[in-house]
Each structure stands twice: as C-alpha cells, then as structure tokens.
Nanobody, 128 residues
Framework: QVQLVESGGGSVPAGGSLTLSCAASGYTYSTYAMAWFRQVSGKEREGVASVDSDGSTNYADSVKGRFTISKDNAQNTLYLQMSNLRPEDTAMYFC??????????????????????WGQGTQVTVFS
C-alpha cells in the first residue's frame, strides 16, 4: 500500500524557517509527480509547490522565493523548505503523490484532483 507520512511541522515566529518532510512507502518518488498542499479550516485546500517526474518544480505565487520543494529519490522523501514565514502561511500542510498513468494533468501540478495519495498532514503555525 502507498503511505505518505508528513513531519516537521511546528510553531515558529514570523520571519522564521521550517522544513517539512514526507516519507513514502510503497511508492517510487522518481517516477511520479508529488506536491505540497495546505489548508486552513473552512477553506479549500491550496497547492503550494510541486515537483514533476522530470524534476521540474512549480510554486504558488504566494510562496515563490520563500519556499523550496525538493526530493531525495534514494530515501523516498519529499521536502518543503520554508523561510521568511508569515502568519498567513499558518495551515495544515499535506504531501500528495499522483497515481500511475494519469491521463489528464495541469501544467503547474497544483490542483488537488491530480493526486491520488495523501498524507495525514502536519500543522504549521506562524505567530507574530
């Protein structure tokens, strides 16, 4: 079975940094696209950053220049490095992986319907 487990969330002051990780089992990171999403209670889940099977990355405008998505294929681990955090970055962060053989995808890979497998989420809180 494919399982994704996020970790690394926590509470940090505005302007601080945090790195999230997502460990996968039953899945090969090098083959398929993966992404980070975030969600605030009562709001729709939003795409934050994605990395495609060829290594190309895309970011939401709100995090460009501050967040970096990367992956360690050997360890099957996805990372999200976050810096200059803002209170509006506060959310539950989820990692996601696409299913094999996706027929239709977006160019940015930041829509949640593109992904089949999801982690349980890790909370990030940025305080002033």
């Amino acid at each position: 079975q494919v399982q994704l487990v996020e970790s690394g969330g926590g509470s940090v002051p505005a302007g601080g940094s945090l790195t999230l990780s997502c460990a996968a089992s039953g899945y090969t990171y090098s083959t398929y696209a993966m992404a980070w999403f975030r969600q605030v209670s009562g709001k729709e889940r939003e795409g934050v950053a994605s990395v495609d099977s060829d290594g190309s990355t895309n970011y939401a405008d709100s995090v460009k220049g501050r967040f970096t998505i990367s992956k360690d294929n050997a360890q099957n681990t996805l990372y999200l490095q976050m810096s200059n955090l803002r209170p509006e970055d506060t959310a539950m962060y989820f990692c996601a992986a696409e299913a094999a053989g996706a027929a239709v995808v977006t160019s940015l890979r930041l829509d949640d319907w593109e992904y089949e497998y999801w982690g349980q989420g890790t909370q990030v809180t940025v305080f002033s």
